[in-house]
């Protein structure tokens, strides 16, 4: 009873021996956040744009999206599944490079398609629904385990909600500048993603190296990232 007294709880040591990393890592990770504004910022809007270009019908167009939205809600479950058991940093470290790497041969598919529906609806499903699904899925819990529970809300409404706000009117625009920057072609587009991959996945991939350190000192109480 007095030992347990003693101890201290695994909030307040994860808190201790982490609390200015975590912070650190939690600002530096919402640059991860750039990748689905891709798909919530402009996909969606830009359909029209995107349909004209590529010389395919509004219905296929139509037919594109409902496909990769279906896609995409039938991967988050398996995508926590495996977060579950590889761990959630991993997943979304992981699903981050695999979104960064797969901007550049999607953007090669749909300009080389012909207006193949098959080849465009490849290119957009598989790293939106499939590899960004890693990311989407275990987020969630992944960013309110970044905090203690006396700060959870406080911490979660930061990471989470602030840049929905602000990445969602920046990206598009930026992303658009960059195109016509470089006279149409989209690689700048390509890098600009790609960074934003990389710099989440290497957090990602720090939280959760600082979660299995966490636990190893504090026992299996300690929270799992």
């Known amino acids: 009873m007095g030992s347990s007294a003693a101890s201290p709880s695994p909030s307040r040591a994860v808190?201790?021996?982490h609390g200015k990393g975590f912070v650190l890592i939690a600002v530096v990770y919402l640059l991860g956040l750039f990748?689905?504004?891709?798909?919530?910022?402009?996909?969606?809007?830009?359909?029209?744009?995107?349909?004209?270009d590529l010389g395919i019908t509004d219905q296929m167009s139509v037919w594109i999206i409902t496909v990769y939205t279906l896609a995409y809600a039938a991967a988050i479950p398996v995508m926590g599944k495996?977060?579950?058991?590889?761990?959630?940093?991993?997943?979304?470290?992981?699903?981050?490079?695999l979104c960064g790497l797969s901007i550049f041969p999607s953007f090669w598919l749909m300009?080389?398609?012909?207006?193949?529906?098959?080849?465009?609806?490849?290119?957009?499903?598989?790293?939106?629904?499939?590899?960004?699904?890693?990311?989407?899925?275990?987020?969630?819990?992944?960013?309110?385990?970044?905090?203690?529970?006396?700060?959870?809300?406080?911490?979660?409404?930061?990471?989470?909600q602030f840049p929905g706000f602000l990445v969602a009117g920046i990206v598009p625009g930026l992303c658009t500048f960059l195109i016509n920057w470089n006279e149409g072609?989209?690689?700048?587009?390509?890098?600009?993603?790609?960074?934003?991959?990389?710099?989440?996945?290497l957090s990602a991939f720090a939280i959760q190296r600082k979660s299995i350190a966490a636990q190893r000192k504090h026992g299996?109480?300690?929270?799992?990232?």
């Open 82 to 97: 495996l977060a579950d058991r590889y761990g959630r940093g991993m997943v979304y470290g992981v699903s981050s490079l």
């Open 111 to 160: 300009e080389g398609s012909g207006g193949s529906l098959f080849l465009i609806a490849l290119a957009i499903i598989i790293p939106i629904s499939v590899f960004y699904a890693g990311v989407f899925g275990p987020e969630a819990a992944l960013f309110s385990d970044l905090f203690p529970p006396d700060v959870r809300y406080t911490g979660i409404s930061i990471v989470y």
């Open 220 to 225: 299996d109480d300690a929270e799992h990232i």
């Open 35 to 52: 990748i689905g504004a891709l798909d919530t910022g402009i996909v969606t809007p830009a359909r029209t744009v995107i349909q004209g």
């Open 185 to 201: 072609d989209p690689l700048y587009v390509c890098l600009f993603t790609l960074l934003a991959a990389v710099t989440s996945a």
């Open 15 to 17: 808190r201790a021996g």
